[in-house]
């Protein structure tokens, strides 16, 4: 067995987030031949019990309170900020400028101009630079990927792509951090349609124009301190605030290569827990994707037998498919945790081989730059131009 | 038995539509207990042997090559025109003059100014009028009607609709007459879009303001009298003439109910062959449908019992579903043509007992209004509201 | 055109099967290009008004009453049997010797012995003789048909199918003539089990051997009498009954050819309206195919591209598809009923053009005698091999 | 943060399963609050320089080559033992005579007889036994267990269950370990309707009777050693030996309870990777479970209202779930793996409180005593009562 290189990670936020890139770098050596191993070193937060528990839960070695500390330690190599969104941008410039790695979490920045920076400062500093669009990297969307680099679905006309969810459907649900601007940057838009519009990116290629719509069906909610904890609901007289994000967000657009495209992100659509799903339509076949079925594929070629095409329903789930072989035997399936083993499993290699990370700041700068445009059509109903910002 | 009042139909139209009508007419009373009988009296085209050979098969009495003659026939009382779009209008009017009940497919007219004259001449004369939205008819989707209209769904929040084709994916598929915008008057957007707008608007409610993209992909085609007989291909110098309509048309827009809205229509999506979809979310649950799966409906209840709820998959065929019960045992599944048979009875309904007919010409004219609405929004790059036209 | 004979039907029988049958007979020259006429020319039953109403709605031209009388009719070509199973035998036998062609829906009898004199009659008088296995003749299992014959599913493994129902579940449901041994002759296993077994033996080939269970879950049940009109459900004091059919009927076996059969039918599938399934599993390739979804056809190919195989759902409705373009454009959907026009194509074609009728009288008797071969075993406690009846 | 126990666990065999338990202990304390914190202490082979490299990837502290060295270790607290399949008796009682709580893969033995001999070890010494049937420890499997015991479902009427993979059904594919009956015990039977079986007897109960059938389709395979690398396909001359175990193994019978019951396993089913499926039928619903779509519940509940019932697609991936609530926000989907940390947490729980584990031993011993009982019905041609074994 080859020694490997460690590289020690110093992470900011230890929530859902935190969880899901901790469980990731537990396992990325565990399941895959890695060129360095992963090293929890040390997890960064505010409340100093909370963040024990976590990092003995999670097994990190050692906890930090200020993330400044944390991010100029000489024994960090990879800086990974989970932390609330608003924070992103002056965490990723920060660690950037002391010379770590940066794996940061979606959105990268609320607005053109801040991604813009934090590319500037990665890209100075020489860095590698990551962005979580973990969806990238579930198996399904990587064959996606090589079906449509390698001409199989031809010239491609449609992407349609929804991001679906209903967990405040209820009017009484709280005004959570998820809800409130200052913190989240945006609503359905920025914490699901991000994920619709990298993928789109990824798949079909840069955005042109779009066109948008949204609405905040609830515009006031009580405070999450007016909850009354049985129920879970707010009591009459609870403190209540009006919501500043979108409830959901609706747009239509084209690719620079001439493809149409359609992404709607609502958190209204009774039924749907996670529900990212899209289709794209090529001259030569179709693919299809769901994410609460994510090691199926979905998959129309025109060129099979006539009389006996239909959308193929492929098991993701084999040693030739990306990822899935390090795994299970075929038809033992995977799940959601999964992408990010493989998104820190890429970062890693990028870091350990010095490549270029994917996706990577720029990456990030150019999703902010599509949902800006899409903020800006809504504003000034019109359509905009992606380039124009 | 209780002796019927006869109704002698003149239908103008014998190619793919016209069949579908023969059909329903021939099944009507054999499945419906219908308040008058029909008879297929005289069917009308230009080609005589054709014309003629479909009488036979379709179980017409009588021909006749001039429409107008039929229109003007004191033994017909209903005049069905399903010739091709572009003589809509003027038979309409003309048969609706001459005082004879009018169920014209769809598309009612090309402009919003015509589909008005045809309202007001409908109106002016006192005659039934009925336009062509058979799939209102199919039972899903008047179960989906029933759940919305008496709360089940809560307020409505969204309504995405899709109708996906893929027959001229084939960039040497001829420009047949659906490709041409003087004979058809619109491409994907008419042809398909109609139906899942008057879905929307039947479902939903009237739409307020639209914003529309669309495109033709394939520019310019052969001419169908240059296509060689065995391959069903164009010869290298085949007549090539200009696509004028769209070849896929999306669009976003609000309801007046303040739900988004979210439609496209298409012939480019490749492993689709009559594919209309819509689902709608409210409050309180969800529905689902699609056309390839005429019988079933998904339902989605917000209400029922925590831990279990999900889309139900109800099969639309039991005695206690709309139209089911007339054909046969539950589970025993129907298809397309029923939807007409469906259409064609309650025409007949009205008819004979003189209520309205619905969806009418209004119906008809709204639908064109949104299309029209949709069309300019692409023309000027900009949101139009529905009632400025 | 050209001019068709024309060939007299009388019928016998007008319930449920017989408003099935009258459709098709309605609807076959309309849609297929037979080489003869049809004409609904006299019906038979035994209550007169219900009679008459039957033949005005259905279009048949007379009525009969005494059977024999019809059968014996010279102007009759045709006799069609759809009378209680219990009659199947003596009327096949009376139809064929008075030279009638007859199809017999099945059962085509309760024993064995009983079919053999059934078939030999009808082969004795040379007429043309079929039995309703209408399933056959879904576009879906002719395209399976023709994927094993072809030899595209290789050698054959699995053949598994299930018949679920669940209409009589609810223990308060009447013992109607289908629960009376003494009328239908068998339970689920006839009703329902039936037709898997034709379609095993039409698909897959003869079976060799089986070994059976069976249920009566619910041993006794009110008499329809009994029944009050609004509930639909028995007083306390109603008549009852025992139960002496099976309410469901699971078995094993082997084909001739060496693979393995699974066969299921029960009406205690709550959730089932009228599903039979089954899939069929080959060296090459696998195919499913539901009755609920009658124009899917699910079909997996081994010898596809590698990572990229799955079930592929089939539409069943394009042009290429048998029967299919007889129909509707791809994608407009068809239902149960028109397997019962194909049925009936494929009969007046044998009786016009003089060959061998398909699935016929023979084939009834194959079927009956695998049923028995599983009543014996069920009997026995034992295997049985089909031969030895 | 209340101090744990730590509970060493001693591991024998470390291929497929050894990485899925190794996974499983490394995972448990960190999405479960379990009562004793799990130490990999140990793991065990033959292969020194395999098993080193297995010990660092899977987190192990120690290496041990003598099992039996292992199992009397002082210092180890649970023995697990994953070994093939033939060693399994011997080790499960010599660690339960040394007073290790034991958790064993299935099958636990090779014959009813070992089986008793093994439960007898275990409970002479008083340790903890589980059996390794992880996919009871499905979510939805546990719902469906609360549905089925909290009478929701009614009367059990029907248990259908297929396990069906297609991994042999390439002739060349070479005999592997699970093809020799020495090592296997038992071909599709023992691997995989052993998980059915034992589902079975979780959801329903024990079994009465049974009747089955099996094949071994392909009877000689070439040995592995003559497998050439790169196609992966035996070359011409290579040795080849008689496969001695079952390809596919079809049984129906009945349940105590008076449910009829059909099982089938079959590694010949082509496009099945991984399927394990099974259907419930009761006198109040239905519920269908799919373990490749694992993070779904179909129910179908005959107590919602008439018209709208229909099976419901559950994600069961909510806090109100069973486990579920451990890993992800709902919607985001689990996997295989998952079932095993569920399995080793219940079995610490049991371990750590001293409470029975489940399934246990007695568990393996019916599910053996059954698969023994099929055994016997195929040598006899004839039914096998479970209870005479």
Redesign the interface.
């Known amino acids: ?1 080859k020694e490997l290189k460690e590289l020690n990670v110093g992470m900011i936020g230890y929530k ?1 987030m935190g969880k ?1 890139h ?2 990731a770098y ?2 990325v ?2 399941f895959f031949d890695a060129d360095a191993t992963v090293v929890r070193k040390a997890i960064c937060g505010r409340e100093e019990s909370a963040l ?2 976590a990092a ?4 990190w070695r050692e906890t930090e309170t200020d993330w400044k500390r944390l991010a100029s330690r000489k024994d960090i190599d990879i800086v990974d900020i989970n932390a609330p969104s608003c924070f992103h941008k002056e965490m990723a410039i920060f660690a950037a400028n002391e010379g770590k790695h940066v794996l940061c979490e979606k959105p990268l920045a609320f607005t053109t101009a801040d991604a813009r920076e934090i590319v500037e400062a990665a890209q100075k500093s020489g860095v590698r630079h990551q962005v979580g669009f973990n969806y990238r990297f579930a198996p399904a969307v990587q ?1 996606i990927r090589q079906l449509i680099t390698s001409g199989r679905l031809g010239k491609i ?2 992407f ?1 792509g ?1 991001y ?4 405040i ?1 209820d009017p009484e649900f709280p005004k959570v951090w998820r809800l409130d601007k200052s913190v989240a940057g945006s609503g359905a838009l920025g914490d699901l349609g991000a994920h619709v519009i990298d993928l789109a990116r990824f798949l079909v290629g840069d955005v042109k124009r779009v ?3 949204s ?1 905040t ?1 609830i515009s006031e909610r009580p405070l999450p301190e007016g909850m009354t904890g049985l129920s879970g609901r707010a009591s009459q007289d609870a403190p209540r605030a009006a919501v500043d994000v979108d409830d ?1 967000t ?5 690719f620079e290569c ?1 493809a ?1 495209l ?1 992404i ?1 992100a ?1 958190r ?8 990212l799903s899209f ?1 794209i ?6 693919v299809r994707f769901s ?5 199926e ?1 979905q ?4 060129g ?1 037998d ?10 993701v ?2 040693g ?2 990306p990822y899935a072989g390090n ?12 992408t990010l083993v493989h998104e820190v499993y890429e970062f890693v290699q990028s870091v350990a081989n010095g490549g270029a990370a994917s996706p990577d700041f720029v990456d990030g700068l150019k999703c902010t730059q599509i949902m800006e445009a899409v903020d800006l059509s809504i504003a000034r ?3 905009v131009d992606v380039d124009s910002l």
Chains 1, 2, 3, 4 share one sequence.
Request: include cysteine.
């Open positions: 067995m859902f899901a901790s469980n537990a396992k050596n565990m024990r528990e003995q839960r999670f097994g064959v006309y449609h349609r929804h679906l969810q209903d967990f459907i066109s948008g719509i609405k069906f959901a609706s747009f239509i657009g084209e001439g149409l359609q709607e609502t209204f659509a009774a039924g749907h827990k996670n529900n289709e339509n090529g001259s030569k076949g179709s994410l609460e079925r994510i090691c594929l998959y129309f070629d025109a099979s006539e009389g006996l095409q239909g959308f193929a329903t492929i098991s789930t084999e030739i498919h795994w299970w035997p075929a038809g033992h399936v995977y799940g959601y945790e999964h109903g019109a359509w």
